[in-house]
Each structure stands twice: as C-alpha cells, then as structure tokens.
C-alpha cells in the first residue's frame, strides 16, 4: 500500500525559505500527477501547486513567484522550495496524486512567525 510521507516543515522568519519533501512510499510514482495543499487551522484544505507527468507545473496565485513545485520519479519524491514565506503561508502542508487519490498523510507543518 503506498504511504505518504512529508517532511521539511519547521518554524522560520518571514522571507525565509524552506524546501518540503513528499515521498510516495510503494507508488508508481512517475505516472501520476502530484499536488501539494495546505490547511490551516480553521479553513478548508487548499490547493498550492500541481506537477504533471509531463512536469508542467501549476500554482494557486498566492504562492506565483514565491514557490516551486518539482519531481523526481527515481526516488518518488515530489518538492516544494518556499522562499519569501509569509506568516499567512503558516498551515499543514500534505501532499497526494491528483487521479485516484490516497489516504492523506501526516503532513509537515509549516509556521512562518517572527
């Protein structure tokens, strides 16, 4: 069964960076788009950034510029670089494959506080 795993998350300064890791345990990780969301206590789960197979990659407008999102299907292992951090970016940062979803993980939190 494929298990989801983030991690990267931790407490910065605002505009500091951070870079996530979402490793996709037992998944055919290259035949999958994969997105990262995010949920914030108190608000509904959102989505942040999208990578297609084809690594096309897409961003909600809150993070354009700020963001990347990238893959490498060699390790099941999607990214997200966050620079310019604000404390709004502050939630649970999860990840999951865009077509026939999996359980979600534990997810890695993200506190952007001074």
């Known amino acids: 069964q494929v298990q989801l795993v983030e991690s990267g998350g931790g407490l910065v300064q605002p505009g500091g960076s951070l870079r996530l890791s979402c490793v996709a345990s037992?998944?055919?990780?290259?035949?999958?788009?994969w997105d990262w969301y995010r949920q914030a206590p108190g608000k509904q789960r959102e989505l942040v950034a999208g990578?297609?197979?084809?690594?096309?990659?897409n961003y909600a407008d809150f993070v354009k510029g700020r963001f990347t999102i990238s893959r490498n299907n060699a390790k099941n292992t999607m990214y997200l670089q966050m620079n310019s951090l604000k404390p709004e970016d502050t939630a649970v940062y999860y990840c999951?494959?865009?077509?026939?979803?999996?359980?979600w993980g534990q997810g890695t939190q993200v506190t952007v506080s001074s």
């Open positions: 990578i297609a197979i084809s690594g096309m990659t």
């Open positions: 999951n494959r865009r077509q026939g979803p999996l359980p």
């Open positions: 037992g998944s055919i990780f290259r035949i999958y788009a």
